[in-house]
Each structure stands twice: as C-alpha cells, then as structure tokens.
C-alpha cells in the first residue's frame, strides 16, 4: 500500500517570502500522480499543482511549484511571493496511473501541514 | 472548472436517527465517486469508493451497514449514515471523478454532521 507523509505540521511565513512545504511518500509502483491540494477555512479542497510521475520536468502553477525527485520519492511544493490567502490547509496526496479495480482513482493524503501566513 | 455540490452543507440529528448526504456533479457525468471523512485539523480519510451502477468498494475499518452509499444515476452519490451516534460527527467530503479527466478528482464543498 502506499503512504504519503508530510513531517511539519505547522509552518509560517512572511508576506511575500517563499516557504516549502515537505511530502515524502511510498510506493513500489513506476507509474503515479502526486498532487498538492489546498483546504482553506471553507474547507472547500482546491487543486493546487498536479505533478505526472513519467515527467522529469517539475510541475509550475504561477507561483506555485514543485521539486519532484523521484529516486528519494520526495515532492515538496514551493511558495512563492507568499500572499494572505495562501494561509490554509495543504496536503499532498498520491494516486496510482494503473487502472482497473473498484478504487481506480482514490487519492491516498498525507497528514497536512497548517500554514500561516504572517502581514 | 468542474462543479460538485453536496447537501445539506451542515446538518444535526439525534442520536439514532438517519441521515441522507447527497453529492452531485453539476456539469459532468461522473462515473466515480469518492466518500471521505475528517476530523478538525486532520487529513481526509477515504470510506468508499463508489462507481455508477455497482456497488461501492469500503475502505478496511469501514462499517458496511453504518454507512450506506449509493450511487445511482451518473450524476448523484448518496451517503446514509444509519442510527447515527455522536462519535459519527465529522465533516464528510465526497469527489467525483470523470471517465475522461481520468487524473483529476473534483471536490464537493464538505457536509458537517453533528449528532447529538
């Protein structure tokens, strides 16, 4: 089974300075996706950045982006120019590229990180 | 983007009694459907994997019988929790996927159940 974890629970940061946030999972598969998902006050979950394991290229949103090391089955997510309403829940998640099963598809989360962001 | 809607968005009920969650894709046909549950300040849980027409695969620990999904039209997935009791009180999230946008899951707003 595959597992993600995210180490800090809580992190901070300064408007318009950079934070990373850690994730490191698990896997004997070759073929996966690795998400980060935003959870605001609303708890609404919102998408983030989305990273294909077959991709060397590390995926960019803005100023969203991800360092993907494969080998070290690593993918943090950096912040960049950090605004007020980055403050909220992050979680990375995991989903297999293999279909086939009745839970083709599930995402498997890490625990989450709480970030702050300070004016 | 996609749009998911659950309702109610909050609901309180007895302890006991049975309550109906319901999560529709607004804009696609959704082929699956994910239940997740979560406490505060802790990550989602997975309950139930639920595609259209069959019936929904449980996580392990998952009671069957307590938490009844149905999935019945491409469109709407139902979670029931039965004679629900106050440790049943969390926040339930569902996600609908399409057939085509195979890697991109779609989130519905969260249901806050509160039993008393």
């Known amino acids: 089974a595959q597992t993600v974890t995210q180490s800090q629970p809580e992190m901070s940061v300064q408007e318009a300075e950079t934070v990373t946030l850690s994730c490191t999972y698990d896997?004997?598969?070759?073929?996966?996706?690795l998400f980060w998902y935003k959870q605001p006050p609303s708890r609404q979950m919102i998408l983030v950045i989305r990273q294909e394991a077959y991709k060397q290229q590390n995926a960019t949103e803005n100023r969203f982006s991800v360092n993907f090391q494969k080998a070290a089955k690593s993918f943090s997510l950096k912040i960049s120019d950090s605004q007020l309403g980055d403050a909220a829940m992050y979680f990375c998640?995991?989903?297999?590229?293999?279909?086939?099963?009745?839970?083709?598809?599930?995402?498997?989360f890490g625990q989450g990180t709480i970030l702050t962001v300070h004016p | 983007g996609a749009v998911v809607s659950q309702h109610p968005s909050w609901v309180i009920c007895k302890s006991g009694t049975s309550v109906k969650i319901e999560c529709r894709s607004l804009d696609f046909q959704a082929t699956t459907m994910f239940w997740y549950r979560q406490f505060p300040k802790q990550s989602l849980m997975l309950m139930a994997t639920?595609?259209?027409?069959?019936?929904?695969?449980?996580e392990q620990g998952v009671e069957k019988d307590k938490f009844l999904i149905n999935h019945a039209s491409l469109t709407l997935s139902t979670l029931t929790v039965t004679s629900a009791h106050p440790e049943d009180s969390s926040f339930y999230i569902c996600s609908a996927r399409s057939g085509r946008a195979v890697e991109t899951q779609y989130f519905g707003p969260g249901t806050r159940l509160l039993v008393l």
């Open positions: 639920s595609n259209e027409g069959s019936k929904a695969t449980y």
């Open positions: 998640a995991y989903r297999s590229a293999y279909a086939g099963g009745t839970s083709y598809g599930k995402l498997t």
């Open positions: 896997t004997s598969e070759s073929d996966y996706y």
